[in-house]
């Protein structure tokens, strides 16, 4: 791994009284599509927004393609350190956060207008080619509340990839939809992952990581018990804790 | 038998029939009473409380009160009224006699009966000293003068050309305003003229303009009261207890003497029906409260929006002081913020009355305009401005683009609310001098004696401009509510 576009070390986060992380190492190279896997509560949110300091981090450190996330920034204070972080890595959220008073196209423009300083036409042909690949180019105009589910994470996710980012996070990308959606979102992070886009993929399915994800992560409690290829850590689980959320994933 | 006397056309002789409109005497002997009507706010002599016991009522038309009542045998009531509304009080029968400074005019005589006149009085014009040059209302021409709204001074000043005739509703604040500089000069009865204007010592008399006549004021079709008052009254200006009174409250002078000599009265202006120029008076109103409500609703609007990101946003100090800023202006009635900041900061800040109108409403809805953008604010949810900081957008970028367009549609129809009510709020600023709609119509309404055509008159003006306004917010409340997330 020579080209490491994230890093984490020594990640502890804390809500309260609650350890959330313990002690996170973790590195992602360019290219590299990881999925963090474990069980709800294990901190795998929490690790996914240390990555753009949408939830701070208590102690440790993490370096984004260069720019560096200390702990105790502050949104105000630290506001260009953290924008500069931020235009690095794309987000895409559980629960979509789409601009509900924007349409698909306006969604995915906004950013690259007012924060790239893009011209209108130039953004609005970004994003029609970025809706084009995700296939929703016939529902440009639409605005978020006429779009299924699934159409609506695919807009997400393209107005992430407008911003050009070098890693795109994903948060849980497919447990706000029914299984029959499932199916376009793993379709549009396949192709993605084949263009060579960097990606960390949070996720409690198993499958979804197992056909999207070339090394996998399984977080417990806050700390990583275990990390490797995807078919040695899924199919030849070497760590207890890791056999015995892999058994509950299965029955459930 | 009753169809017997039907038939005979003579309904039973003993069953007492209701009393006929003419006996107003009966009533006022019958019950004992003599209520009389008049207002406190008129002050000083006339009926106002007296200072050392607010509980009584004081002032030179309480002892005329008292000596008619005695005259007729019966006890003396006041009845506290508008002074404008003495007159439909009466006709409603609320009260038996008007006794406060009611002028004798041709207008007023159409529908009430007058006594004798008990006073006679100058209309008086008060300028200031450092304007040597002004000797009447002529020099005026252009300028504000202020007076009693629905008086005959009033009359006595609209009858020049060219004056711009500003109505008060009390005899203090012309005064004060004329000090101020809001004013070029007060019409008023040289009582008040006296007791209110020249005590200042920055104002002088600038000669008599009108001459009136005060008279007790009773309805037409009561001629047994009419005649029972006018000659107790006339007893008492014959044996001399009139003048007892007036001297008392040191308001005999040559002008009463001539009256008591018999003296004629001198004519007086009279009403006319509604005419184009009160048509085109009424458009006019109807302009300043558009005008009022658009420029206070602007400055509500953005004011509203400025607190509530205070209270949102801002460090500790900021966010108290925006909160304390709604609790204050909604916690207290818009009506005495107008009177604090026109009159209360006067020496402070001279606003002048239009402005004070619109800024004294505009700061008034910024308060409630400020809890609507909050609820906007509230009804974001958080993943908005996660999404926009994620995406590398400013924190300004993010309200502004992200947050605030999705905040104003939730406040939007409140808004639309707001306005509408604004505008019928506006009329209150004719406490502050302000003419806008409902001022006109009562002085329209004084002028003509009549209140229904002027009051239906402003009533569709006021529909047709909020009627537009609520079916726009029905519209935006529609289009804009369907956004779930």
Redesign the interface.
């Known amino acids: 791994m020579t080209d490491v576009v994230l890093r984490a070390r020594g990640l502890h986060t804390r809500r309260g009284e609650v350890e959330i992380l313990r002690g996170v190492d973790l590195d992602v190279g360019r290219g590299e599509v990881l999925a963090v896997v474990g069980p709800s509560g294990s901190g795998k949110t929490t690790l996914l927004r240390a990555f753009n300091y949408l939830t701070p981090f208590d102690a440790g450190e993490v370096e984004v393609a260069g720019c560096r996330l200390r702990p105790g920034m502050c949104e105000r204070a630290d506001a260009a350190d953290l924008r500069a972080v931020r235009l690095r890595v794309g987000m895409v959220f559980q629960s979509f956060h789409l601009f509900p008073h924007l349409t698909a196209i306006d969604n995915v423009a906004e950013a690259p207008r007012r924060v790239l300083g893009l011209s209108r036409a130039q953004a609005h042909d970004l994003a029609a080619t970025l809706l084009r690949r995700v296939g929703l180019e016939d529902r440009a105009a639409a605005l978020p509340h006429a779009l299924s589910g699934g159409q609506q994470q695919r807009v997400a996710i393209a107005r992430a990839l407008a911003m050009k980012p070098v890693a795109l996070l994903l948060d849980e990308p497919t447990s706000a939809l029914d299984p029959r959606m499932t199916g376009e979102i793993l379709a549009v992070v396949r192709a993605l992952a084949e263009t060579g886009q960097t990606m960390v993929v949070v996720t409690h399915e198993i499958a979804f990581a197992r056909q999207v994800a070339g090394r996998v992560a399984v977080l417990v409690e806050g700390c990583i018990v275990e990390e490797g290829a995807v078919h040695e850590v899924l199919d030849h689980p070497r760590h207890g804790e890791t056999r015995a959320f892999l058994a509950r994933e299965e029955r459930a | 038998m009753v169809l017997v006397a039907l038939l005979a056309g003579h309904p039973g002789a003993e069953e007492a029939p209701p009393a006929p409109a003419g006996d107003g005497l009966a009533r006022v002997r019958a019950s004992g009473l003599l209520r009389w009507g008049g207002d406190l706010q008129g002050g000083e002599p006339y009926v106002f409380q007296d200072p050392h016991d607010p509980a009584r009522i004081v002032g030179f038309e309480v002892e005329i009160a008292e000596a008619l009542a005695r005259h007729l045998g019966v006890q003396a009531r006041f009845v506290q009224n508008d002074w404008q509304l003495l007159i439909p009080a009466l006709e409603r029968g609320d009260i038996d006699i008007i006794l406060n400074g009611l002028e004798v005019t041709e207008a007023r005589r159409r529908r009430l009966a007058f006594t004798q006149p008990y006073f006679a009085f100058a209309a008086t014009l008060v300028v200031r000293r450092d304007e040597p040059a002004v000797h009447g209302l002529a020099d005026l021409r252009g300028r504000r003068v202020g007076t009693l709204g629905g008086s005959l001074s009033h009359d006595f000043v609209a009858a020049v050309p060219g004056i711009d005739v500003v109505p008060y509703e009390g005899t203090q604040e012309p005064y004060l305003d004329l000090e101020e500089g809001r004013l070029d000069g007060v019409v008023l009865d040289d009582i008040i003229a006296e007791r209110y204007g020249l005590v200042r010592p920055g104002l002088r008399d600038a000669g008599a303009v009108g001459e009136g006549l005060y008279a007790i004021g009773m309805r037409r079709d009561e001629p047994a009261l009419q005649r029972a008052v006018g000659e107790a009254l006339g007893t008492m200006q014959r044996d001399g207890e009139l003048r007892a009174i007036l001297e008392r409250w040191r308001l005999w002078n040559d002008r009463q003497a001539a009256l008591a000599a018999g003296a004629g009265a001198p004519a007086a202006p009279g009403g006319v029906g509604i005419t184009a120029v009160q048509l085109d008076l009424f458009l006019r109103a109807t302009g300043v409260t558009v005008l009022i409500s658009l420029l206070s609703m602007a400055l509500a609007v953005t004011g509203g929006l400025g607190l509530s990101l205070a209270r949102r946003y801002g460090g500790g100090p900021l966010r108290a002081a925006a909160g304390m800023y709604v609790e204050l202006f909604r916690g207290t009635p818009v009506l005495l913020q107008l009177y604090v900041l026109y009159y209360g900061l006067a020496p402070l800040v001279a606003f002048g009355a239009f402005t004070a109108a619109v800024v004294g409403l505009g700061l008034n809805y910024a308060a409630y305009e400020a809890e609507l953008y909050r609820a906007g604010l509230e009804a974001v949810?958080l993943?908005?401005t996660?999404?926009?900081?994620?995406?590398?957008?400013?924190?300004a970028?993010a309200l502004g683009?992200?947050v605030l367009?999705?905040a104003f549609?939730v406040a939007l129809p409140g808004i639309a609310n707001d306005f509408i009510a604004l505008l019928k709020d506006t009329s209150l600023v004719s406490v502050i001098t302000v003419v806008e709609l409902t001022k006109q119509m009562t002085i329209t309404a004084v002028y003509l004696q009549s209140w229904l055509v002027p009051g239906l008159l402003c009533a569709a003006l006021y529909l047709a401009l909020s009627y537009p306004l609520a079916r726009l917010a029905r519209r935006l409340e529609r289009r804009l509510a369907?956004?779930?997330?």
């Open positions: 949810p993943g908005q996660e999404a926009a900081l994620a995406l590398g957008m400013s924190r970028q683009r992200i367009p999705q549609r369907p956004a779930p997330a």
